[in-house]
């Protein structure tokens, strides 16, 4: 492998303020990922590896984040929720304060 492809697989993803709405990323590693402001309405995220990926201002409104790994409160809190997004099974949506928004 040439040595400019190995550092760019090891940069973290950053789609800040991109418009990802209703797109599957199911499975993907999004460790350290800069997802400030993105917008995922209804995106999938099924199994994703969100560890150290920063949230502030995504709108999560619908998003799937069935068996998601390594999410946190803390992050979540920093995100745009509603009813509609499916939080993983070890997040209690009653402690999640900042902005979570019904619609």
Do not use: C, W
Not at 76 to 89: F, V
């Amino acid at each position: 492998m040439q040595k400019g492809k190995a550092n760019a697989a090891q940069r973290p993803l950053d789609i800040h303020g991109a418009f990802v709405r209703r797109t599957d990323l199911s499975g993907a590693s999004l460790r350290g990922a800069n997802l400030t402001g993105a917008d995922a309405t209804n995106a999938i995220f099924r199994d994703v590896d969100f560890e150290g990926a920063r949230l502030s201002g995504t709108v999560l409104r619908g998003a799937d984040l069935t068996g998601a790994k390594n999410l946190t409160i803390e992050q979540l809190s920093a995100a745009i929720i509603d009813d509609r997004t499916i939080l993983p099974g070890y997040i209690d949506r009653t402690k999640l304060r900042g902005t979570v928004l019904s619609e």
